[in-house]
């Protein structure tokens, strides 16, 4: 992880500056710099305002300075509405009179081409050697909508945030800021600051997250970021926020752009850097989201509601075939939709009418209307039962008058009872005419209002989805690994990793021809035959494997045949030798892979072998730590799970031992750090225990 860019100090500069500098101010209408002047005055900006445009004396009734020379020293933010090639000297101005920060509008640098990349490059140098915190360039600044400042010439909606938890923005792209701000505030949600980021020069998504955490005004922090600059750096902060309560919803875009590579041998590659970004920071507490409703949806439950624990959700609901449409889109996204347990069900049976079955969802039929009490008399029992994680409310809206009969008591009944875990409201009627004062009492309630369960139940789902991965507390294995980088061929990488608890075939590394029938002999014909070397990680491909050699005059004849074979595909390839094992039997195949990327660390592959790891993409990431029972769950997920639990007369296979080999290969990566890939493919489960027939590690 680098160290922080800035501190908290600084960055408040900018989010909360005293005093202002307009660089290229204006009094244009559309101007950059009229735009940011009529905002900042807009939002009630109560500190100083300097104005600089060496063209003009005044601009309205504020004088206008000729020169940044002219500017008092430490001024907290100045804004430059100039063009591009006027940033960096301009920036250097500023330096020099110890401005504590910037916000650049201007585009061309990053993004366009080498002399852009260069003039970045300088821009970063000087806003560093100064200490200035600089957003952007090529962004839409900021807005504080708890201090009144707006370094922005785009009108930011939204209220003053008063006394109200609100929703820290930070986001690369200055438009869906803008627009995550808009859907925010149409829901009756307060927003601390939004920063637009742009290019990040010199201070990062991850800067201004770390100021976050620690703001007082910010409960939950909604992100739009298309790539982390320090991907190590936002795991810890991700950590940090998760043990201070403080939920973080990321919409990272790319999810096809990162797709999956597929290669031979490394497993690592089949899986893009999205797949890998998600795991490792849902393993952080990160809830990530795949589209800008989502976001806004599951920040209006985390707001509102509070985190939401993972566990079992429950549906209060009015209609049989919606009951049927529930369970199938929850089974669907992994929403579990638990039993109630003894004394649940009994309350509930006590609750309602014999012609209601108690299940879940419960479908209340229409009895509310002629029965209010029943609200009461089940969400009573569904609040006190501590397995229940969350309750969603499912109502019938249809037109004002019946909408009106159900939320007074649904409204008394919230209020009057204890609320501990998150209780959200969803209409099943998008587009009925519902009273908005009612759905105004409920999120005073603090109880989020969706128009549609689906959307509710997405939301649960994400959020549930997070929070700090547990460990197994077991100890990091670190490997002696041999001298210089590249591929360690297969017998060395087998005989590092069994020092890690995985289990490989009998076997014997052979130089010549003679130690390998005394292996032969050793292990017990029939035998495979492999060719070794640290640039033949391709076996196959070079004619560098042979099953089933019966005998020493076959293994004889397939030595010759193999060193003949390698030397057509790579002539002068130098072979170590030779790998003799014992003929496996057929069993499960799984494909097991273990990857440091280089941006987020350890992770690891598995799937099952053949065509659902490479055509199907039948594929888990796991994190690497997690404890055995977390595995066995990420194991059951596959989509050909049940080949595991025995298929058309095929025994059922030990999948905790699958799950060992998924955790030794954790604890090698976790203590290796020099290790950048492991492949084990395949790995054969069988009824008791599970065997990887091939391994390479690569450093």
Same mark, same amino acid.
């Given at each position: 992880?680098?160290?922080?860019?800035?501190?908290?100090?600084?960055?408040?500069?900018?989010?909360?500056?005293?005093?202002?500098?307009?660089?290229?101010?204006?009094?244009?209408?559309?101007?950059?710099?009229?735009?940011?002047?009529?905002?900042?005055?807009?939002?009630?900006?109560?500190?100083?305002?300097?104005?600089?445009?060496?063209?003009?004396?005044?601009?309205?009734?504020?004088?206008?300075?000729?020169?940044?020379?002219?500017?008092?020293?430490?001024?907290?933010?100045?804004?430059?509405?100039?063009?591009?090639?006027?940033?960096?000297?301009?920036?250097?101005?500023?330096?020099?009179?110890?401005?504590?920060?910037?916000?650049?509008?201007?585009?061309?640098?990053?993004?366009?081409?080498? *002399?852009?990349?260069?003039?970045?490059?300088?821009?970063?140098?000087?806003?560093?050697?100064?200490?200035?915190?600089?957003?952007?360039?090529?962004?839409?600044?900021?807005?504080?909508?708890?201090?009144?400042?707006?370094?922005?010439?785009?009108?930011?909606?939204?209220?003053?945030?008063?006394?109200?938890?609100?929703?820290?923005?930070?986001?690369?792209?200055?438009?869906?800021?803008?627009?995550?701000?808009?859907?925010?505030?149409?829901?009756?949600?307060?927003?601390?600051?939004?920063?637009?980021?742009?290019?990040?020069?010199?201070?990062?998504?991850?800067?201004?997250?770390?100021?976050?955490?620690?703001?007082?005004?910010?409960?939950?922090?909604?992100?739009?970021?298309?790539?982390?600059?320090?991907?190590?750096?936002?795991?810890?902060?991700?950590?940090?926020?998760?043990?201070?309560?403080?939920?973080?919803?990321?919409?990272?875009?790319?999810?096809?752009?990162?797709?999956?590579?597929?290669?031979?041998?490394?497993?690592?590659?089949?899986?893009?850097?999205?797949?890998?970004?998600?795991?490792?920071?849902?393993?952080?507490?990160?809830?990530?989201?795949?589209?800008?409703?989502?976001?806004?949806?599951?920040?209006?439950?985390?707001?509102?509601?509070?985190?939401?624990?993972?566990?079992?959700?429950?549906?209060?609901?009015?209609?049989?075939?919606?009951?049927?449409?529930?369970?199938?889109?929850?089974?669907?996204?992994?929403?579990?939709?638990?039993?109630?347990?003894?004394?649940?069900?009994?309350?509930?049976?006590?609750?309602?009418?014999?012609?209601?079955?108690?299940?879940?969802?419960?479908?209340?039929?229409?009895?509310?209307?002629?029965?209010?009490?029943?609200?009461?008399?089940?969400? *009573?029992?569904?609040?006190?039962?501590?397995?229940?994680?969350?309750?969603?409310?499912?109502?019938?809206?249809?037109?004002?008058?019946?909408?009106?009969?159900?939320?007074?008591?649904?409204?008394?009944?919230?209020?009057?009872?204890?609320?501990?875990?998150?209780?959200?409201?969803?209409?099943?009627?998008?587009?009925?005419?519902?009273?908005?004062?009612?759905?105004?009492?409920?999120?005073?309630?603090?109880?989020?209002?969706?128009?549609?369960?689906?959307?509710?139940?997405?939301?649960?789902?994400?959020?549930?989805?997070?929070?700090?991965?547990?460990?197994?507390?077991?100890?990091?294995?670190?490997?002696?690994?041999?001298?210089?980088?590249?591929?360690?061929?297969?017998?060395?990488?087998?005989?590092?990793?069994?020092?890690?608890?995985?289990?490989?075939?009998?076997?014997?590394?052979?130089?010549?021809?003679?130690?390998?029938?005394?292996?032969?002999?050793?292990?017990?014909?029939?035998?495979?035959?492999?060719?070794?070397?640290?640039?033949?990680?391709?076996?196959?491909?070079?004619?560098?494997?042979?099953?089933?050699?019966?005998?020493?005059?076959?293994?004889?004849?397939?030595?010759?045949?193999?060193?003949?074979?390698?030397?057509?595909?790579?002539?002068?390839?130098?072979?170590?030798?030779?790998?003799?094992?014992?003929?496996?039997?057929?069993?499960?195949?799984?494909?097991?892979?273990?990857?440091?990327?280089?941006?987020?660390?350890?992770?690891?592959?598995?799937?099952?072998?053949?065509?659902?790891?490479?055509?199907?993409?039948?594929?888990?990431?796991?994190?690497?730590?997690?404890?055995?029972?977390?595995?066995?769950?990420?194991?059951?997920?596959?989509?050909?799970?049940?080949?595991?639990?025995?298929?058309?007369?095929?025994?059922?296979?030990?999948?905790?031992?699958?799950?060992?080999?998924?955790?030794?290969?954790?604890?090698?990566?976790?203590?290796?750090?020099?290790?950048?890939?492991?492949?084990?493919?395949?790995?054969?489960?069988?009824?008791?225990?599970?065997?990887?027939?091939?391994?390479?590690?690569?450093?």
């Amino acid at each position: 992880m680098k160290p922080a860019r800035f501190t908290t100090a600084q960055v408040r500069r900018l989010l909360s500056p005293r005093s202002v500098a307009i660089v290229g101010a204006s009094d244009k209408p559309g101007a950059l710099g009229a735009s940011c002047l009529q905002n900042l005055l807009d939002r009630g900006f109560s500190g100083d305002i300097h104005l600089i445009n060496p063209n003009r004396d005044r601009i309205g009734d504020r004088p206008c300075l000729k020169s940044i020379d002219d500017l008092p020293e430490g001024v907290d933010a100045a804004v430059l509405a100039i063009p591009g090639p006027a940033v960096l000297a301009t920036v250097e101005a500023l330096a020099k009179r110890k401005v504590g920060s910037a916000v650049i509008f201007s585009a061309g640098f990053g993004e366009g081409g080498e *002399e852009g990349k260069a003039a970045q490059r300088a821009l970063a140098r000087i806003a560093h050697e100064a200490g200035m915190v600089v957003e952007g360039p090529n962004c839409l600044g900021l807005t504080n909508l708890v201090d009144g400042v707006a370094l922005s010439f785009i009108e930011m909606p939204g209220d003053p945030l008063g006394g109200r938890p609100g929703v820290g923005i930070v986001s690369q792209s200055g438009a869906m800021a803008v627009v995550l701000a808009t859907t925010l505030h149409a829901k009756g949600l307060g927003v601390s600051v939004s920063v637009s980021t742009g290019n990040e020069a010199a201070s990062g998504a991850e800067d201004y997250i770390d100021y976050l955490i620690d703001d007082p005004h910010t409960q939950v922090i909604a992100l739009i970021i298309e790539q982390f600059r320090d991907a190590g750096r936002f795991l810890e902060l991700a950590r940090r926020a998760a043990q201070a309560g403080k939920p973080i919803v990321l919409l990272h875009p790319g999810r096809s752009a990162a797709a999956r590579e597929s290669a031979a041998t490394h497993t690592g590659a089949m899986a893009g850097d999205w797949d890998v970004m998600r795991v490792k920071v849902t393993a952080a507490g990160v809830t990530v989201v795949e589209n800008l409703e989502e976001l806004g949806d599951a920040t209006d439950i985390a707001l509102r509601a509070g985190r939401v624990p993972a566990g079992g959700t429950v549906v209060l609901a009015e209609s049989g075939a919606f009951k049927a449409l529930t369970l199938d889109l929850c089974d669907g996204i992994g929403l579990p939709l638990p039993r109630f347990g003894a004394e649940t069900h009994a309350a509930l049976r006590a609750a309602m009418p014999d012609f209601i079955e108690v299940s879940n969802p419960l479908d209340l039929t229409a009895q509310a209307l002629v029965d209010p009490g029943i609200y009461r008399r089940t969400l *009573e029992p569904l609040l006190a039962d501590p397995a229940i994680s969350s309750i969603v409310i499912a109502i019938i809206q249809t037109e004002p008058k019946t909408a009106m009969r159900k939320f007074p008591p649904i409204l008394e009944t919230l209020s009057g009872l204890e609320r501990t875990k998150p209780v959200i409201y969803a209409g099943l009627d998008e587009g009925a005419e519902v009273p908005a004062e009612p759905i105004a009492e409920l999120r005073r309630m603090g109880v989020p209002y969706f128009p549609t369960a689906d959307r509710a139940f997405r939301a649960i789902a994400r959020l549930a989805g997070a929070g700090i991965a547990a460990t197994d507390g077991q100890a990091p294995v670190a490997l002696d690994l041999p001298v210089g980088g590249g591929a360690i061929p297969e017998y060395r990488s087998k005989a590092l990793l069994a020092e890690a608890g995985i289990s490989f075939p009998r076997g014997r590394f052979a130089a010549t021809l003679a130690e390998g029938k005394a292996a032969a002999a050793e292990v017990g014909y029939p035998v495979v035959l492999k060719a070794q070397a640290a640039a033949l990680s391709h076996k196959s491909d070079a004619g560098g494997v042979k099953l089933n050699i019966a005998d020493d005059a076959a293994l004889e004849a397939a030595w010759t045949a193999m060193e003949a074979s390698v030397e057509a595909y790579s002539p002068g390839l130098k072979l170590d030798g030779m790998l003799i094992e014992g003929m496996g039997e057929r069993g499960l195949e799984f494909i097991i892979g273990a990857r440091n990327d280089a941006d987020w660390g350890p992770v690891i592959l598995v799937g099952f072998g053949g065509v659902q790891a490479e055509v199907l993409k039948d594929v888990r990431l796991i994190e690497p730590g997690l404890p055995h029972d977390a595995i066995v769950a990420e194991l059951r997920k596959l989509k050909s799970a049940a080949l595991m639990d025995g298929w058309r007369g095929s025994p059922a296979v030990d999948v905790d031992a699958v799950a060992g080999v998924v955790t030794a290969l954790g604890r090698v990566l976790m203590g290796t750090p020099g290790i950048r890939e492991i492949d084990l493919n395949p790995v054969v489960a069988y009824p008791k225990g599970a065997v990887a027939l091939d391994a390479l590690i690569y450093t």
